[in-house]
């Protein structure tokens, strides 16, 4: 599979990576950091806010996640600029319409001098490279002359490439960002969003580890991975069921299981039997009570 190279080339400037650029997130007025926002804000429905501690929110935000309650997570958000996305990427960028955007206008900014991404099945044929570069001077001609001929920017701008690089501003609540990064950190996912996406995703594990970090990025393909699907049925079995009797020989119920997430292989495993419909994995995530 091919991945964005280092470097993307116009038709006369050389255009750096896509740069993808944190602007702005949730901050608690109190002070702390955003997962703690996170968990203040859920905690009010079970009125347990005396509970929070500095070990607790990677735990209870996992606990969270695990159970699918993940309209908590609206509560925080993050703005993202993008530079060095074509057109073509922002196209589909937009469709995702619960984030906001605000995107560099071709009708009053002029695409006399644009530039171009070159997409890298197209760098890997010089026959190929030649015909786009040929393709986008042509338009970079054609898109002159009309201004020229006294026509605006919103009627010349019809001569130009989807290859245009366009900014574009983004924001969105952390749920979302995790539905886009999901939905376009796939291998089904065109490359150029990928990357974009991926960029985007390995801000927000940084900024946000507990909510974050269940999606295992490969930078270098730019493919996201459940954390359930790094363990298979017998070891996730294994793992749980291991926990449980661990409970029971102490008298405590299944479902304080939950307490337990901030362990990686354990919260893998969690998810892996709630999510496989194998027998085993059914029966096991059974066992473990009502985590609702």
Same mark, same amino acid.
């Given at each position: 599979?091919? %991945?964005?190279?280092?470097?993307?080339?116009?038709?006369?400037?050389?255009?750096?990576?896509?740069?993808?650029?944190?602007?702005?997130?949730?901050?608690?007025?109190?002070?702390?950091?955003?997962?703690?926002?996170?968990? !203040?804000?859920?905690?009010?429905?079970?009125?347990?806010?005396?509970?929070?501690?500095?070990?607790?929110?990677? $735990?209870?935000?996992?606990?969270?996640?695990?159970?699918?309650?993940?309209?908590?997570?609206?509560?925080?958000?993050?703005?993202?600029?993008?530079?060095?996305?074509? !057109?073509?990427?922002?196209?589909?960028?937009? +469709?995702?319409?619960?984030?906001?955007?605000?995107?560099?206008?071709? $009708?009053?900014?002029?695409?006399?001098?644009?530039?171009?991404?070159?997409?890298?099945?197209?760098?890997?044929?010089?026959?190929? !490279? =030649?015909?786009?570069?040929?393709?986008?001077?042509?338009?970079?001609?054609?898109?002159?002359?009309?201004?020229?001929?006294?026509?605006?920017?919103?009627?010349?701008?019809?001569?130009?490439?989807?290859?245009?690089? %366009?900014?574009?501003?983004?924001?969105?609540?952390? $749920?979302?960002?995790?539905?886009?990064?999901?939905?376009?950190? %796939?291998?089904?996912?065109?490359?150029?969003?990928?990357? @974009?996406?991926?960029?985007?995703?390995?801000?927000?594990?940084?900024?946000?580890?507990?909510?974050?970090?269940?999606?295992?990025?490969?930078?270098?393909?730019?493919?996201?991975?459940? @954390?359930?699907?790094?363990?298979?049925?017998?070891?996730?079995? &294994?793992?749980?069921? $291991? =926990?449980?009797? &661990?409970?029971?020989?102490?008298?405590?119920?299944?479902?304080?299981?939950? +307490? +337990?997430?901030?362990?990686?292989?354990?919260?893998?495993?969690?998810?892996?039997?709630?999510?496989?419909?194998?027998?085993?994995?059914?029966?096991?995530?059974?066992?473990?009570?009502?985590?609702?």
């Amino acid at each position: 599979m091919t %991945s964005l190279p280092d470097r993307v080339e116009a038709a006369s400037v050389l255009l750096s990576e896509p740069e993808v650029s944190l602007m702005g997130y949730t901050r608690p007025a109190e002070g702390g950091f955003v997962e703690e926002h996170i968990e !203040r804000a859920a905690r009010e429905c079970y009125q347990s806010q005396a509970r929070m501690s500095p070990q607790s929110g990677k $735990r209870f935000i996992r606990g969270i996640i695990l159970r699918g309650h993940e309209s908590v997570l609206e509560h925080a958000s993050a703005t993202f600029r993008v530079l060095g996305g074509s !057109r073509a990427y922002t196209h589909e960028q937009v +469709r995702h319409r619960l984030l906001s955007f605000s995107q560099q206008s071709q $009708r009053y900014v002029s695409e006399d001098d644009f530039r171009a991404v070159l997409p890298p099945a197209i760098a890997d044929s010089a026959e190929a !490279r =030649e015909v786009f570069v040929e393709s986008l001077e042509s338009a970079r001609k054609a898109y002159k002359r009309l201004k020229e001929l006294g026509l605006e920017n919103e009627d010349a701008r019809f001569v130009l490439p989807n290859a245009v690089e %366009s900014g574009i501003v983004i924001s969105g609540n952390f $749920r979302e960002w995790r539905h886009v990064c999901r939905t376009r950190c %796939s291998a089904a996912a065109q490359w150029e969003i990928r990357r @974009i996406c991926g960029l985007v995703l390995k801000s927000l594990q940084e900024l946000a580890p507990a909510v974050f970090g269940d999606l295992m990025l490969d930078e270098k393909t730019w493919i996201a991975t459940h @954390i359930s699907e790094t363990v298979d049925c017998a070891e996730a079995q &294994k793992t749980v069921n $291991r =926990e449980l009797a &661990k409970l029971e020989k102490k008298n405590q119920p299944p479902g304080r299981i939950l +307490r +337990r997430l901030a362990d990686d292989k354990l919260y893998a495993a969690l998810f892996h039997v709630k999510r496989c419909l194998c027998a085993g994995c059914t029966a096991t995530f059974a066992a473990c009570g009502d985590l609702k």
